[in-house]
């Protein structure tokens, strides 16, 4: 049964230390997604690529937020330096050019 | 601005009856658009795909239709169920000059069935 794999599913950190999230995309997709999700805002972009080519980020605070493609099996985001305001639970998806996108279970950020 | 809007934010239903969840969205050039459920503390789980050139879709007591003229879908729920209680996400994947066709979402309705 294929899955969006993300890990850690929870994390709790201090303020000021990198935190660095992953993804698993489903084997075969070429586009991947992250997107942060809070009460007040919904669902935000946060980076979108296509076969491992970033091409939108603009909706990521670029001084402190990075997102990779390492290879096709892997996504990273990560904040350095963490701030309270990252709170928020971190979704990964993926898909296959223009079709359906599947998500991930997320991750759950809280920094105290 | 390419912006997708869901109203109402709640809906509460008795069970067993049938009901329409909204979504417009302000330009009609899009590729397509996807119904999503969010159960409390879990991940999006995708329901329905339909493709610009789609009416409609259905799965199960699931049926989506698109009217991209208007910028507006629908999501129809037959004889409702506790288990349909949930977040709906309506997400756009508008069209784009630069190859950039992410998927934007409306802040969805959180549909609460009574038994």
């Known amino acids: 049964d294929a899955r969006v794999t993300q890990t850690p599913r929870h994390k709790v950190t201090e303020m000021g230390q990198e935190v660095t999230m992953r993804c698993q995309p489903i084997l075969g997709h070429n586009t991947v997604f992250w997107y942060r999700q809070t009460m007040m805002q919904g669902l935000e972009l946060l980076a979108y690529f296509r076969n491992r080519a970033p091409l939108d980020d603009s909706g990521m605070p670029k001084d402190r937020f990075s997102a990779e493609m390492p290879d096709a099996t892997l996504a990273t985001l990560k904040i350095q330096p963490s701030e309270p305001r990252d709170s928020a639970v971190y979704f990964c998806?993926?898909?296959?050019?223009?079709?359906?996108?599947?998500f991930g279970q997320g991750t759950r950020l809280t920094v105290v | 601005k390419q912006e997708v809007t869901q109203i109402p934010a709640a809906l509460s239903v008795p069970e067993g009856e049938n009901l329409v969840l909204n979504c417009s969205f302000t330009?009609?050039?899009?590729?397509?658009l996807q119904w999503f459920r969010q159960d409390p503390g879990k991940g999006l789980t995708s329901l329905l795909l339909i493709q610009s050139s789609q009416r409609e879709q259905t799965s199960g007591r699931l049926n989506a239709s698109l009217d991209k003229s208007s910028g507006r879908s629908t999501l129809y729920i037959a004889a409702s169920q506790p288990g349909d209680s949930a977040t709906y996400l309506c997400?756009?994947?508008?069209?784009?000059?630069?190859?950039?066709?992410?998927?934007?979402f409306g802040t969805g309705t959180r549909l609460t069935i009574i038994p």
């Open positions: 330009d009609s050039a899009i590729y397509n």
């Open positions: 998806a993926s898909g296959l050019n223009r079709e359906r996108a599947f």
């Open positions: 997400a756009v994947r508008f069209r784009s000059n630069f190859g950039n066709e992410k998927l934007t």
